[in-house]
């Protein structure tokens, strides 16, 4: 997106969507597909299904920044990345609906400590570096189907364990295809 710089009418910036995930692997990413698919199959669900390879957990969304603001992001990110962020795993148990945004979400029963850690660590670093960030509670959820409209959710007979191993650096940006999500950088968990 361009905009024009305030109080220079001349000069253009680029601004990115950007934000902080974890993508699953290729097995959790066709379980997770398969859900979506299974609500619509099973007529309990009517909406939009997430393309499988947008299927994603936002760890911390930053939001519109000036393109010049990559390089500190990913700075933020090359400082954190040797502390306390340690490899975790993500178990997925339950399939549920937001009716107020209309989202169907898989998320999980007990947070992990080291996703925790993670956004906590992510979050301060980058408050400490200028980004202002909104102060909503964390609610982990991996959106499986927009503008869904639902009868009811089938319990999952047993959980889907994403095994967290990196998190990125994410631009995000609207097509009339939807959105299109493009990696900016990536960073190891300690193993
Ligand atoms: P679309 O907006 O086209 O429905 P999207 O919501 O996936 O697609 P973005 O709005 O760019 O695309 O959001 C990217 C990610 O950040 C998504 O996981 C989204 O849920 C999350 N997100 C967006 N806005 C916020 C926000 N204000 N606070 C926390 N997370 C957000
Ligand atoms: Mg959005």
């Known amino acids: 997106m361009m905009r024009t710089t305030e109080g220079n009418p001349g000069i253009k910036t680029e601004t990115l969507r950007v934000f902080f995930a974890i993508w699953p692997d290729d097995g959790v990413r066709k379980q997770l597909a398969g859900l979506a698919e299974q609500l619509r199959e099973a007529a309990l669900c009517s909406g939009r299904e997430t393309k499988a390879e947008n299927i994603h957990l936002t760890l911390v969304f930053v939001g519109e920044v000036d393109a010049s603001k990559l390089g500190a992001l990913c700075r933020v990110a090359d400082e954190i990345k040797d502390?306390?962020?340690?490899?975790?795993?993500?178990?997925?148990?339950k399939i549920r609906h937001w009716k107020r945004n209309r989202i169907v979400?898989?998320?999980?029963?007990?947070?992990?400590?080291?996703?925790?850690?993670?956004?906590?660590?992510?979050?301060?670093?980058?408050?400490?570096?200028?980004?202002?960030?909104?102060?909503?509670?964390?609610?982990?959820?991996?959106?499986?189907?927009?503008?869904?409209?639902?009868?009811?959710?089938?319990?999952?007979?047993?959980?889907?364990?994403?095994?967290?191993?990196?998190?990125?650096?994410?631009?995000?940006?609207?097509?009339?295809?939807?959105?299109?999500?493009?990696?900016?950088?990536?960073?190891?968990?300690k193993s």
């Open 83 to 93: 502390s306390s962020a340690c490899a975790f795993d993500f178990a997925l148990e």
């Open 105 to 189: 979400y898989a998320s999980t029963v007990e947070i992990p400590q080291g996703l925790i850690n993670l956004v906590s660590t992510l979050t301060d670093a980058l408050s400490a570096a200028g980004f202002s960030l909104e102060q909503r509670a964390y609610k982990p959820h991996v959106t499986l189907m927009r503008d869904a409209l639902c009868q009811s959710l089938p319990e999952l007979a047993e959980p889907i364990t994403w095994r967290v191993r990196e998190w990125m650096l994410v631009k995000s940006e609207q097509t009339g295809d939807g959105p299109v999500y493009t990696p900016m950088g990536r960073w190891p968990l």
